[in-house]
């Protein structure tokens, strides 16, 4: 399998950070670009562990970047914070989502927040509340999509955590939420339940995905081997019986599926061997790692994929959480990158796709 991709950036676990990754791109008025993501000052990098929000500029579309500076600190009595999304605002400004983390009773509960900003992401405004703290709410970084029509959707699988053991989830049911006022209320649309029995995982780790018709495609990662997914004919309101997608193998892996320039992206993580089997009592055990992360390309606005390309094949080392942003010439895509450890999330590494290598082997293949 072809690589494709340059390295632009690459953030190595050091004395500042355990941990960087699951972030998001945004380009601002002034043209440049705005990277905001996950920081753990350590050591430990768990999900539950300290953390900020850290943002760098770049100026030269990506190719270089700011130093890290830290723009959001948890509150004192929130356990953390994570998984950025970053949308333009209607009234003009840069729209920061995150979670922040409680801790209730033994249990851990997400309450997703956004911020505004008006000079560039410089500083942030006051925090308003997009989904309360009653639950876990999973809610990946890069996920947060304005719709063809203006509305807002966060697409979000909830479940509980056990009090003895606050990563023990119960199985995640998915829905959406969404905002017809940019942002200011929320509500909560059809919750998916999974559509199979015997499996701890459920359906997790939600993204959407406007196709052309205005048809939604909510995908989500499973224990399963695939991932599924499901189609909304009326902007999100109601969704089809969750389906796997047997071209998407995967481990209980996340998937980022974005537009970028005439391409449609997925980047995720194929299954290389078979990555599960039946235990005695019934249930499926996740056997394949987060490793190779490959980039399958679409030239019919995602509804084919026909050509896929490796973006990292190091046995060694795990990737996940990409996000995807384009550019005028090519797309941004980052990552987290065990760096040959065994803390899988740690580095955040920047490739740049040039549309034109991408067009360049797609027709060589497809030649």
Known sequence: MK??????????PDSRYCRRGEGAFLRLDSGAILNVYSAYPGPDWNDHAEAELAAQISDDGGKTW???????????????VMSVSLLPMQDGAAGLFYIQKYRREGRIVDRYLLRRSYDGGMTWGESSVC?????????????VVRLSDGRIAIPVSQCETDPDDPYRLSPGCVCL?????????????????????????????????????????????TAL?????SFSHDGGETWTQPQP?????????????????????????????????????????????????????????????????????????DYCYP?????????????Y???????????????????????????????
């Not at 081997?225 to 997914?229: H, P």
């Open 131 to 143: 989904i309360p703290d009653t639950t876990y709410s999973i809610i990946n970084n890069d996920r």
């Open 3 to 12: 690589t494709i991709g340059t390295q632009v950036q690459f953030l190595r």
């Open 323 to 335: 996000a995807v942003f384009p550019l005028e010439d090519g797309a941004l895509i980052s990552y």
């Open 337 to 367: 990158h065990s760096c040959g450890t065994r803390a899988l999330l740690s580095g955040m590494k920047t490739v740049f796709v040039p549309y034109t290598e991408l067009d360049a082997l797609c027709h060589t293949v497809g030649a």
């Open 245 to 317: 997608n047997f071209q998407f193998t995967s481990p209980c892996s996340p998937m980022q599926l974005k537009r970028a320039g005439a391409w449609t992206l997925a980047v995720f993580n194929p299954v290389p061997t078979p990555c599960a089997q039946f235990r005695p009592e019934g249930t499926f055990w996740k056997l394949a790692g987060r490793t190779p992360l490959v980039c399958a390309v679409s030239e019919d606005g995602g509804e084919s994929f026909r050509q896929m390309f490796c973006l990292e094949s190091d046995p060694d080392s």
């Open 66 to 80: 700011s130093p890290e500076r830290t723009i959001i600190r948890r509150d004192p009595d929130a356990v953390n």
């Open 225 to 229: 081997g695939f991932q599924f997914e």
């Open 177 to 221: 939420f969404l905002s017809d006022d940019d942002g200011r209320t929320f509500r909560q649309t059809q919750i998916l339940r999974p559509p199979f029995i015997n499996d701890e995982a459920g359906l997790q780790e939600p993204g959407v995905f406007e196709h052309a018709d205005g048809t939604l495609r909510m995908w989500m990662r």
